[in-house]
T-cell receptor
């Protein structure tokens, strides 16, 4: 079975500082990894994904994530945080070795960027 | 807009009522999903439809009844719900098939309150 862990419920960072939101995963086969963001009273919005190729993936709004197979991690990063980045962030995984399995999400990490 | 539209955005219903949630996707996808998002819990996958056929039902109580009349529309029929069913219900769609690896696109959700 596949699973995702987001060890931090809340991450606080000052505006202009780099941010990291952590994610580790567990799959029996090959992982396809995703990050989504959710603003208040909205659905989930896709940020970026890792399928294959370069371990460093760049996505929307200046976000990037690094796939690390040995550590089974896919941490979300941004060099300089903005107040408007404050939102709920979800990491998700699919195991394509088991066929087209649905996305499995972590519990989410609330990012607060302080001016 | 993500191409996935959910109605209504907000719904308040009594425990003896019958109501339905509607989801429509304009992306030409062949798979649709219902997720439940409760406070401080991971997103829970409820139902999956691939090519209009239900492929997954994650032990959801029978008071929730999905319907997928075609690949663009998905309903969630609600009957005799409990207060603990109050949550944000999210619909999503994706394109599935050999070699496909697209992300899921989410609607803005229906905020359901059971009184």
């Amino acid at each position: 079975a596949q699973s995702v862990a987001q060890p931090e419920d809340q991450v606080n960072v000052a505006e202009g500082n780099p941010l990291t939101v952590k994610c580790t995963y567990s799959v029996s086969g090959n992982p396809y990894l995703f990050w989504y963001v959710q603003y208040p009273n909205r659905g989930l919005q896709f940020l970026l994904k890792y399928i294959t190729g370069d371990n460093l993936v760049k996505g929307s709004y200046g976000f990037e994530a690094e796939f690390n197979k040995s550590q089974t991690s896919f941490h979300l990063k941004k060099p300089s945080a903005l107040v408007s980045d404050s939102a709920l962030y979800f990491c998700a995984v699919r195991d394509y070795s088991s066929g087209n399995t649905p996305l499995v999400f972590g519990k989410g990490t609330r990012l607060s960027v302080i001016a | 807009e993500t191409g996935v539209t959910q109605t209504p955005r907000h719904l308040v219903m009594g425990m003896t009522n019958k109501k339905s949630l509607k989801c429509e996707q304009h992306l030409g996808h062949n798979a649709m999903y219902w997720y439940k998002q409760s406070a401080k819990k991971p997103l829970e996958l409820m139902f999956v439809y691939n090519f209009k056929e239900q492929t997954e039902n994650n032990s959801v109580p029978s008071r929730f009844s999905p319907e997928c009349p075609n690949s663009s529309h998905l309903f969630l029929h609600l009957h005799t719900l409990q207060p603990e069913d109050s949550a944000l219900y999210l619909c999503a769609s994706s394109q599935e098939g050999t070699g496909m690896n697209t992300e899921a696109f989410f609607g803005q959700g229906t905020r359901l309150t059971v009184v």
